[in-house]
Nanobody, 125 residues
C-alpha cells in the first residue's frame, strides 16, 4: 500500500496561486498514475488532473485546464499541482491519489487504489 501525504493548501485571494505537493511512500512509485481530485462542500469528489508513469497528463477541461499544471518528480516520489488564477469556486479539499490505470479509467475515483487525507484550499473573493 502506498501512503500519500498532501501539503501546500491554505487561504489565498482570488487571482492568487498555490502549489500543492503529494509525497508518496511505502511502495513502488512507477509505473503508477498519480492524480488530484477535489471535493467542495456539499459536492461530490471530482477529478482535477492526472499524470502517468511517462509523464503524460490529462486535465478536467471544465475546472483545471489552462490554470492548473500537474507534474511529478520521480526521484522524490512527489507529484505537484501548480494552481494559478484561483477563484472562489476552486475552494475545496484537494486529494492526491495513486493507481495503475490510464485512459478513461484514470478520470474517475475507481481508477485509484490509495488516497491521501487531503489538504484544504480556500479562495477568498
Amino acid at each position: 500500500q502506498v501512503k500519500l501525504l498532501e501539503s501546500g493548501g491554505g487561504l489565498v485571494q482570488a487571482g492568487g496561486s498555490l502549489r500543492l505537493s503529494c509525497a508518496a511512500s511505502g511502495g513502488t512509485f512507477s509505473p503508477y498514475t498519480m492524480a488530484w481530485f477535489r471535493q467542495a462542500p456539499g459536492k461530490e469528489r471530482d477529478f482535477v488532473a492526472a499524470i502517468n508513469w511517462s509523464s503524460a497528463t490529462t486535465y478536467n477541461p471544465g475546472s483545471a485546464e489552462g490554470r492548473f499544471t500537474i507534474s511529478r518528480d520521480s526521484a522524490k516520489n512527489t507529484v505537484y499541482l501548480q494552481m494559478t488564477n484561483l477563484q472562489p469556486e476552486d475552494t475545496a479539499i484537494y486529494y492526491c491519489a495513486v493507481g495503475r490505470n490510464w485512459g478513461p479509467e484514470a478520470l474517475g475515483e475507481n481508477g485509484y487504489d490509495d488516497w491521501g487525507q487531503g489538504t484544504q484550499v480556500t479562495v477568498s473573493s
